[in-house]
């Protein structure tokens, strides 16, 4: 794994990796019982800080890189992820922030799409029908999750409204993620991490505005958020082993 990267910068991303999962299935496994969510909180934020450090280490240890410009997008990306999970998990000034999670999130998916967007530009993986069929698939499937989660039989108040944007945006990550992934199909990962996203965001979204509850409902958002968020900032090693530059030895 990663066998492109020097011995001590292998073996530091992949202690992370398996720190993550410890501290995400770990927390699921060995947490207390509760009806909604077995994790507790600090391993949920544990873990995904330790995504934010994963990042921010393929960003240093790549600088040398021709992908290391889509990096940094990851890293940005993931960093803005963890602040909107302080804001969801009430751990910002204010206490609880939805509207503050969701505009964090989105900022982070900004990023994303940045990232994916130039790089594929940069690898000349820009065929049209890909990317653009990929987009408009996802903005379907966006905004009709949007209208039958959030919106439908609802009241509407501007979080509702505001929802809309922001699930296709999150469609839009997941849209140009699909279209890298069916030209080169080693991204796939990167795909599957995006569409992960999305359907986590949906499950809260449920339980936020259609007040959705089942068993253990806030580790099964967690189960496919975290994992979504990993496979994204570990597409780093796809985008490095695909570059020509060398790296530092």
């Known amino acids: 794994m990663f066998d492109f990267l020097p011995t001590s910068s292998r073996y530091w991303l992949i202690a992370l990796l398996i720190l993550w999962a410890v501290l995400l299935f770990g927390g699921f496994i060995l947490g207390p019982a509760d009806a909604s969510q077995r994790m507790p909180k600090w391993t949920r934020l544990t873990s995904s800080a330790v995504l934010v450090l994963a990042a921010w280490s393929w960003f240093l240890l790549t600088r040398q890189n021709a992908a290391n410009g889509f990096v940094l997008w990851l890293a940005i990306g993931m960093t803005f992820g963890f602040m909107g999970d302080l804001f969801m998990a009430g751990m910002m000034p204010g206490g609880r922030n939805v ?16 990232g994916i967007w130039r790089f594929a530009s940069q690898m000349g993986l820009t065929d049209g029908s890909a990317r653009w069929g990929s987009l408009v698939v996802w ?4 905004a009709a999750a949007w209208y039958f989660v959030v919106y439908r039989g609802q009241q509407p108040t501007t979080l509702h409204y505001a929802a809309l944007p922001y699930a296709l945006l999150l469609a839009s990550t997941a849209g140009m993620a699909t279209g890298l992934a069916l030209q080169q199909g080693q991204f796939t990962w990167l795909a599957v991490g995006a569409a992960l996203f999305l359907i986590s965001d949906l499950i809260l979204a449920a339980q936020l505005f ?11 958002i967690w189960l496919t958020y975290g994992p979504g ?4 900032v570990y597409s780093a090693a796809t985008a490095v082993a695909l570059s020509q530059a060398p790296l530092p030895t």
């Open 229 to 232: 968020q990993m496979l994204i």
């Open 210 to 220: 259609n007040d959705l509850s089942f068993f253990l409902i806030g580790d099964v």
């Open 139 to 142: 903005w379907i499937i966006g």
């Open 99 to 114: 509207l503050g999670g969701m505009a964090t999130f989105g900022l982070g998916h900004v990023a994303y799409i940045i």
